[in-house]
């Protein structure tokens, strides 16, 4: 992985939805750099904007003002290069596992041995191999999201956006992703931009960790987190006990008052 | 391996040739619903003896089974029943053929092409509650009293449902399977082949289903246009010699073939979208 691929600057960006009288500004203006091979987090609020900066990043929504740029060239669309791994339900049900790691793999135009070999080998690395014939349905939660880890990361993306990866599992199998999500990430090196509710999520995986809020949505506060992988939740570092300690101040909505007597 | 979250034992797979153990598995369900069905045929069966026993109405206006029954061997040996079912079965088959295919052609065209949605579906949106045997009559003048058009009302009926379900399926198709799919770097032709079909593949399945009863239902009503042989010629004539015995008997005739029918797609629908769940 040359130190070229994947850097991402986010230029300005400013994000509103509607027309007229009924605009809701979703991201105010945003600047942000995602350095090559970096893993950077954002949380904030539901509501804040971290969907719809994923989204423009992605490509799926333009910017209303400013400009995504993605090693010199500006996002204009959805691009293989740019991989995405959505909350749920993003797997393709009518294929197999097997099925949608090739349906990633086919526009490399591989042979037919070489588009089923190395579509298993892109399971096995997320521990499915002996699954690869199982439709989505008949795995569960957790297999579902390796799956599609292992779709986006056979089409070798440059950039990884992850929103809510795992908001849909349970305590257990979410820490057994997290372990899996920094092996494979140790092998295919994407930038990844990482969305969360989770403060603890953040800061296990990310190099930096973005704070939004929202009203409109912008990034009140950046911490970088320097602390060595693999980390532990349970027996967090002094300086991360801190940063969790004053994002869940940030985070930590306004008290509803009484109403008055 | 690093990943030990899911407790969860692997399902068996499924595979194509998974189709006979599977009947197996819930062999017991079937049994039960054709237990259920027998009990319910057998209380109407019983209901209808009896109050064909009391003499309430007379025979020739509402006949007893045996005399429905008797009729109907009587058409079986007259070499009427089962060449009957077969010339309207192949009229509404024909007829499904036509409108099926049309409807599902036409549907992934309005359905995902701006053009040829401003161009077909106000006018298909005025189509569509127009009955199939309000055509009868216009059928006749296009295309004389033969099989053309039989087979033109039969499709008529059939397209715009089959229509009306794949234009709706491809419409509303999730919005995460077209990101997924763009963002995997798939062509517009493979994004639609693989995703977008397969994704109103559900509707398209039903509006079929749909279809195939509907062939059903608008196969009397094509038969008013003039025929010599088919059910809803044999139930015309019953009526002008007032055989209420016959018209039972194709009536039960028509019943059967088409929960028959209906069966056999339900199944064979159900193996198509199998990720459904339906
Ligand atoms: N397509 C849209 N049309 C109109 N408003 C939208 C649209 N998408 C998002 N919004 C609005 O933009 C704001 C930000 O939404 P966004 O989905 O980015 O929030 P989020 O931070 O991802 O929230 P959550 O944590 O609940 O996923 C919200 O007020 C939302 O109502
Ligand atoms: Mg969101």
């Given at each position: 992985?040359?130190?070229?691929?994947?850097?991402?600057?986010?230029?300005?960006?400013?994000?509103?939805?509607?027309?007229?009288?009924?605009?809701?500004?979703?991201?105010?203006?945003?600047?942000?750099?995602?350095?090559?091979?970096?893993?950077?987090?954002?949380?904030?609020?539901?509501?804040?904007?971290?969907?719809?900066?994923?989204?423009?990043?992605?490509?799926?929504?333009?910017?209303?003002?400013?400009?995504?740029v993605?090693?010199?060239?500006?996002?204009?669309?959805?691009?293989?290069?740019?991989?995405?791994?959505?909350?749920?339900?993003?797997?393709?049900?009518?294929?197999?596992?097997?099925?949608?790691?090739?349906?990633?793999l086919?526009?490399?135009?591989?042979?037919?041995?070489?588009?089923?070999?190395?579509?298993?080998?892109?399971?096995?690395?997320?521990?499915?191999?002996?699954?690869?014939?199982?439709?989505?349905?008949?795995?569960?939660?957790?297999?579902?999201?390796?799956?599609?880890?292992?779709?986006?990361?056979?089409?070798?993306?440059?950039?990884?956006?992850?929103?809510?990866?795992?908001?849909?599992?349970?305590?257990?199998?979410?820490?057994?992703?997290?372990?899996?999500?920094?092996?494979?990430?140790?092998?295919?090196?994407?930038?990844?931009?990482?969305?969360?509710?989770?403060?603890?999520?953040?800061?296990?995986?990310?190099?930096?960790?973005?704070?939004?809020?929202?009203?409109?949505?912008?990034?009140?506060?950046?911490?970088?987190?320097?602390?060595?992988?693999?980390?532990?939740?349970?027996?967090f570092?002094?300086?991360?006990?801190?940063?969790?300690?004053?994002?869940?101040?940030?985070?930590?909505?306004?008290?509803?008052?009484?109403?008055?007597? | 391996?690093?990943?030990?979250?899911?407790?969860?034992?692997?399902?068996?797979?499924?595979?194509?040739?998974?189709v006979?153990?599977?009947?197996?598995?819930?062999?017991?369900?079937?049994?039960?619903?054709?237990?259920?069905?027998?009990?319910?045929l057998?209380?109407?069966?019983?209901?209808?003896?009896?109050?064909?026993?009391?003499?309430?109405?007379?025979?020739?206006?509402?006949?007893?089974?045996?005399?429905?029954?008797?009729?109907?061997?009587?058409?079986?040996?007259?070499?009427?029943?089962?060449?009957?079912?077969?010339?309207?079965?192949?009229?509404?088959?024909?007829?499904?053929?036509?409108?099926?295919?049309?409807?599902v052609?036409?549907?992934?065209?309005?359905?995902?092409?701006?053009?040829?949605?401003?161009?077909?579906?106000?006018?298909?949106?005025?189509?569509?509650?127009i009955?199939?045997?309000?055509?009868?009559?216009?059928?006749?003048?296009?295309?004389?009293i033969?099989?053309?058009?039989?087979?033109?009302?039969?499709?008529?009926?059939?397209?715009?449902?089959?229509?009306?379900?794949?234009?709706?399926?491809?419409?509303?198709?999730?919005?995460?399977y077209?990101?997924?799919?763009?963002?995997?770097?798939?062509?517009r032709?493979?994004?639609?082949?693989?995703?977008?079909?397969?994704?109103?593949?559900?509707?398209?399945?039903?509006?079929?289903?749909?279809?195939?009863?509907?062939?059903?239902?608008?196969?009397?009503?094509?038969?008013?246009?003039?025929?010599s042989?088919?059910?809803?010629?044999?139930?015309?004539?019953?009526?002008?010699?007032?055989?209420?015995?016959?018209?039972?008997?194709?009536?039960?005739?028509?019943?059967?073939?088409?929960?028959?029918?209906?069966?056999?797609?339900?199944?064979?629908?159900?193996?198509?979208?199998?990720?459904?769940?339906?």
């Amino acid at each position: 992985m040359t130190a070229a691929r994947g850097h991402v600057a986010i230029e300005g960006v400013e994000i509103r939805f509607g027309a007229g009288r009924r605009t809701t500004v979703a991201l105010a203006s945003t600047d942000m750099v995602l350095r090559p091979g970096t893993f950077t987090a954002l949380v904030g609020p539901s509501g804040c904007g971290k969907s719809t900066l994923l989204n423009a990043v992605g490509g799926f929504t333009a910017p209303t003002a400013g400009r995504i740029v993605i090693d010199g060239v500006e996002v204009a669309g959805p691009d293989p290069e740019v991989g995405v791994v959505f909350q749920a339900y993003g797997l393709f049900p009518w294929f197999t596992a097997l099925g949608n790691v090739k349906f990633a793999l086919k526009r490399l135009d591989l042979g037919r041995a070489e588009l089923d070999k190395r579509a298993l080998h892109c399971l096995a690395e997320v521990g499915l191999g002996g699954h690869a014939h199982h439709f989505p349905a008949q795995l569960s939660g957790g297999m579902r999201q390796r799956v599609a880890i292992a779709r986006t990361l056979a089409g070798e993306p440059k950039v990884l956006l992850m929103d809510e990866p795992f908001g849909a599992l349970d305590a257990q199998t979410r820490f057994s992703m997290h372990e899996l999500l920094l092996r494979v990430w140790g092998v295919h090196g994407a930038t990844v931009l990482f969305v969360t509710h989770d403060v603890d999520e953040a800061l296990l995986l990310a190099d930096t960790v973005h704070v939004m809020s929202a009203g409109p949505g912008r990034v009140i506060r950046s911490y970088t987190v320097d602390v060595p992988r693999p980390r532990s939740a349970a027996r967090f570092d002094a300086a991360l006990v801190d940063i969790r300690a004053e994002i869940l101040d940030l985070l930590r909505p306004p008290p509803i008052p009484a109403d008055a007597a | 391996m690093a990943v030990s979250g899911d407790a969860r034992p692997a399902p068996r797979p499924r595979t194509r040739g998974a189709v006979y153990p599977a009947l197996f598995r819930h062999a017991r369900a079937p049994a039960l619903a054709l237990g259920r069905v027998l009990l319910s045929l057998g209380i109407v069966g019983a209901v209808w003896a009896a109050v064909s026993a009391s003499g309430v109405f007379p025979d020739i206006i509402f006949p007893s089974p045996g005399s429905v029954w008797d009729a109907a061997r009587e058409l079986y040996d007259d070499r009427l029943l089962l060449p009957d079912l077969g010339i309207s079965m192949g009229r509404a088959a024909t007829g499904f053929a036509l409108g099926a295919g049309l409807g599902v052609g036409v549907g992934l065209l309005t359905g995902r092409t701006r053009v040829f949605r401003a161009l077909f579906n106000p006018f298909l949106t005025l189509l569509r509650p127009i009955p199939a045997i309000a055509l009868v009559p216009v059928a006749i003048v296009w295309f004389g009293i033969g099989e053309g058009s039989k087979y033109f009302v039969i499709a008529y009926t059939v397209f715009l449902t089959v229509w009306f379900n794949t234009h709706n399926g491809m419409q509303y198709v999730p919005e995460v399977y077209i990101r997924a799919s763009r963002s995997l770097g798939a062509s517009r032709t493979r994004e639609f082949c693989a995703v977008v079909v397969p994704a109103a593949a559900p509707h398209i399945v039903a509006g079929i289903r749909l279809g195939v009863a509907l062939a059903f239902l608008s196969l009397v009503a094509a038969e008013l246009t003039g025929a010599s042989s088919g059910l809803g010629y044999r139930l015309q004539e019953a009526r002008q010699y007032i055989r209420t015995d016959r018209m039972f008997a194709i009536l039960i005739e028509l019943g059967l073939v088409g929960a028959l029918i209906d069966l056999v797609v339900g199944a064979v629908a159900r193996r198509i979208v199998h990720w459904e769940g339906v």
